[in-house]
Protein backbone atom coordinates (compact mmCIF):
# COMPACT_ATOMS: atom_id res chain seq x y z
CA UNK A 1 0.00 0.00 0.00
CA UNK A 2 1.34 3.27 -1.31
CA UNK A 3 0.62 6.46 0.18
CA UNK A 4 1.15 10.20 -0.85
CA UNK A 5 0.87 12.97 1.43
CA UNK A 6 1.73 16.63 0.33
CA UNK A 7 2.49 19.24 2.59
CA UNK A 8 2.91 23.07 2.23
CA UNK A 9 1.31 25.52 -0.68
CA UNK A 10 -0.80 28.22 0.76
CA UNK A 11 -0.93 31.70 -0.71
CA UNK A 12 1.79 33.75 -2.20
CA UNK A 13 1.73 37.52 -4.01
CA UNK A 14 2.45 37.81 -7.93
CA UNK A 15 6.30 37.01 -8.36
CA UNK A 16 6.84 35.70 -4.59
CA UNK A 17 7.88 31.76 -4.08
CA UNK A 18 6.40 28.88 -3.00
CA UNK A 19 7.04 25.21 -2.25
CA UNK A 20 5.03 21.88 -1.81
CA UNK A 21 6.31 19.10 -0.53
CA UNK A 22 5.42 15.10 -0.95
CA UNK A 23 6.25 12.28 1.53
CA UNK A 24 5.60 8.78 0.41
CA UNK A 25 5.55 5.99 2.55
CA UNK A 26 4.82 1.95 2.23
CA UNK A 27 6.54 -0.88 -0.44
CA UNK A 28 7.36 0.75 -3.48
CA UNK A 29 10.63 0.49 -5.56
CA UNK A 30 11.56 3.86 -5.03
CA UNK A 31 15.00 3.50 -7.07
CA UNK A 32 12.92 3.45 -10.29
CA UNK A 33 9.67 5.58 -9.93
CA UNK A 34 8.33 8.67 -11.73
CA UNK A 35 7.58 11.11 -9.60
CA UNK A 36 5.33 13.96 -10.56
CA UNK A 37 3.27 17.18 -9.69
CA UNK A 38 -0.08 17.71 -11.39
CA UNK A 39 -2.19 21.07 -10.45
CA UNK A 40 -5.97 21.19 -11.36
CA UNK A 41 -7.44 25.14 -11.29
CA UNK A 42 -11.31 25.27 -11.57
CA UNK A 43 -13.10 24.25 -14.57
CA UNK A 44 -9.56 22.69 -16.20
CA UNK A 45 -7.97 19.15 -16.69
CA UNK A 46 -5.45 18.16 -14.59
CA UNK A 47 -2.22 19.29 -15.97
CA UNK A 48 1.59 17.52 -15.60
CA UNK A 49 3.73 20.23 -13.85
CA UNK A 50 6.87 18.49 -13.13
CA UNK A 51 8.19 14.86 -12.81
CA UNK A 52 11.64 13.16 -12.04
CA UNK A 53 12.61 9.87 -12.78
CA UNK A 54 14.39 8.07 -9.79
CA UNK A 55 16.57 5.46 -11.65
CA UNK A 56 18.97 9.05 -13.07
CA UNK A 57 17.14 12.06 -11.73
CA UNK A 58 15.67 13.33 -15.18
CA UNK A 59 13.55 15.92 -15.01
CA UNK A 60 10.49 17.39 -17.09
CA UNK A 61 8.87 20.48 -16.80
CA UNK A 62 5.54 21.93 -18.35
CA UNK A 63 6.46 24.96 -20.63
CA UNK A 64 4.21 26.88 -18.45
CA UNK A 65 6.88 26.57 -15.22
CA UNK A 66 10.12 26.24 -16.98
CA UNK A 67 12.88 27.82 -15.55
CA UNK A 68 10.33 29.27 -12.60
CA UNK A 69 9.75 25.90 -10.44
CA UNK A 70 12.01 22.78 -9.65
CA UNK A 71 11.82 19.08 -8.75
CA UNK A 72 14.39 17.74 -6.21
CA UNK A 73 14.06 14.80 -4.10
CA UNK A 74 15.33 13.69 -0.99
CA UNK A 75 16.59 10.11 -1.51
CA UNK A 76 16.12 9.14 2.58
CA UNK A 77 13.12 10.32 3.38
CA UNK A 78 10.84 9.33 0.27
CA UNK A 79 10.38 13.51 -0.01
CA UNK A 80 9.56 14.73 -3.28
CA UNK A 81 9.66 18.67 -3.42
CA UNK A 82 8.39 20.95 -5.78
CA UNK A 83 10.27 24.60 -5.23
CA UNK A 84 8.11 27.75 -7.03
CA UNK A 85 9.52 30.62 -7.62
CA UNK A 86 8.29 34.11 -9.67
CA UNK A 87 4.60 32.46 -9.09
CA UNK A 88 1.88 34.12 -11.47
CA UNK A 89 -1.83 34.47 -10.67
CA UNK A 90 -2.62 31.57 -13.38
CA UNK A 91 -0.67 29.28 -11.11
CA UNK A 92 -3.31 29.11 -8.52
CA UNK A 93 -4.37 25.62 -8.47
CA UNK A 94 -4.55 22.24 -6.24
CA UNK A 95 -1.19 20.79 -6.90
CA UNK A 96 -1.31 16.89 -6.32
CA UNK A 97 1.94 14.48 -5.83
CA UNK A 98 1.35 11.39 -8.23
CA UNK A 99 3.84 8.16 -8.51
CA UNK A 100 3.75 5.09 -10.44
CA UNK A 101 6.24 2.90 -11.45
CA UNK A 102 7.36 4.24 -14.65
CA UNK A 103 10.58 4.36 -16.74
CA UNK A 104 11.06 7.77 -17.74
CA UNK A 105 9.67 11.38 -17.29
CA UNK A 106 6.19 10.54 -17.85
CA UNK A 107 3.60 13.80 -18.09
CA UNK A 108 0.78 11.76 -18.64
CA UNK A 109 -1.96 12.03 -16.25
CA UNK A 110 -3.90 8.64 -16.53
CA UNK A 111 -0.23 6.75 -16.37
CA UNK A 112 -0.21 7.24 -12.89
CA UNK A 113 -2.21 5.46 -10.20
CA UNK A 114 -1.43 6.76 -7.18
CA UNK A 115 -1.79 10.04 -6.16
CA UNK A 116 -1.87 12.18 -3.10
CA UNK A 117 -5.41 14.29 -1.60
CA UNK A 118 -3.56 17.49 -3.16
CA UNK A 119 -2.88 21.25 -1.70
CA UNK A 120 -3.79 24.11 -2.58
CA UNK A 121 -1.78 27.16 -3.69
CA UNK A 122 -3.07 30.23 -4.70
CA UNK A 123 -1.27 33.38 -6.38
CA UNK A 124 -2.90 36.79 -5.95
Known amino acids: HVQLVESGGGSAQDGGSLSITCVAS?????????MAWFRQAPGKEREAVATLYTGNNATYYSDSVKDRFTISRDNAQNTVYLQMNTVKTEDTAVYYC?????????????????WGQGTQVTVS
Open 98 to 114: ATQVIAGVNPVRTEYNY
Open 26 to 34: GYFPYSRLC
